[in-house]
């Protein structure tokens, strides 16, 4: 065994890149052969694209900067480079006959596989001069960016027919919990947002340099707002009353027909939910996955406002005696008993269900379960610094048409879990697993 492989054994980093993939593979297969050319949500690619596109990430992302490798297929490592993101706007226009078979995309992957592990294996990172970036800094960000696209696949999946999926074994929904909805109390203090410059955690651009930033006292509520709880601002003519909404959010409402969330349909009687694998009965005790502009809509109706970013971080971290806490529950590692998350289950499960995941403050629910709308818009960190080799990860998005939300779903890995860790949508996509709960001003 080489140095190389010594090396990033023991840091574990090889084994989760093996273990992000199995992790990709595996979310693949519950997609039947014939839709892999589909193209569940209007704005993204086909599914195709993201087979190759995983590997054509590591590939243009390790070639030359890490690992000496011989471009095969320069064409497919074109095509297969860069994703879309779901702004306001046209739709792409392209064919399934415009992609290569399901078996030229499958040999590339192989190929590309086979190489990077020949090349990791030859690796001599005992010659730290040689290199530009440090090779555990690149291998994260491929196992990130593999594992949000195991999540953001999901949210593509979600919306196939069930009959275009295979359904996997694992556990059981949970429908019923008894909870009661009410607010904690956060006192004023200090929210510490990002990283440290000389941290030894990994952290992607966006998460540098740290900012503490002082925050005023204030209400939030307990659980995430619920489908029961979003049903009355439905009832009571939420998407009908223009007031609510901010003009643009509006002119989408009426220019889409949007009148409940995505993720519902109206039968006669009621609703029906619709899971990743079945239609059940609308959970009432569920977190609401929306939009930030129904979010919002909701907020205003309920007088309260969506937390700035800051607030939720104090809200999730700040401990009782001023310090803070690596996770809301302490700091432990995640596990199955602090919330839903890391590819536990497929859907949600009803609010307050991890009682050991609780902040100091008796939060509930703040990592996992759905990701969580602010109304922070998603702009850079003091001291902020795009990766050279990945300008456009965050950069990119500094556009004002982004939201800061935190932190994570059940499709949520494990390593996105920590404090500083920051993940952003538009306003009008609403098909990401995102909730929200609403906070009141002192």
Known sequence: MSTATQFVTHSGVLDRLREARRQTDSLFKIVRPEALYDRPIGERHRIIFYIGHLEAFDWNLFRDRMLPLDVFDARLDRLFAFGIDPVDGGLPSDQPSDWPSVEEVQDYVRRVRSSIDDGIDRLDTTRAGDFEFPPNQLLNVAIEHRLMHAETLAYMFHQLPFSKKLAPYGPGLILSHSFYPEMCRIPAGRATLGLPRNSVV???????????????????????????????????????????????????????????PVFWKRVEGGWVYRTMFQKIPLPLDWPVYVSHAEASAYAKWAGKRLPTEAEWHRAAYADVDGAERQFPWGSAAPSNKRGNFDFDRWDATPVGSFPHGESAFGVSDLIGNGWEWTSTLFSPLNGFSAFPFYRGYSADFFDGKHYVIKGGSARTAASMLRRSFRNWFQPHYQYVYAGFRCVREL
Do not use: C
């Open 202 to 260: 990994f952290g992607w651009d966006n998460e540098f340099e740290e900012q503490p930033v002082d925050v005023p006292a204030f209400d939030i509520d307990r659980y995430m707002v619920t489908n029961a709880e979003y049903l009355d601002f439905i009832t009571a003519g939420g998407y009908t009353n223009a007031s609510l909404w901010k003009d643009s959010d509006w002119q989408w409402r009426n220019a889409h027909s949007i009148e409940h």
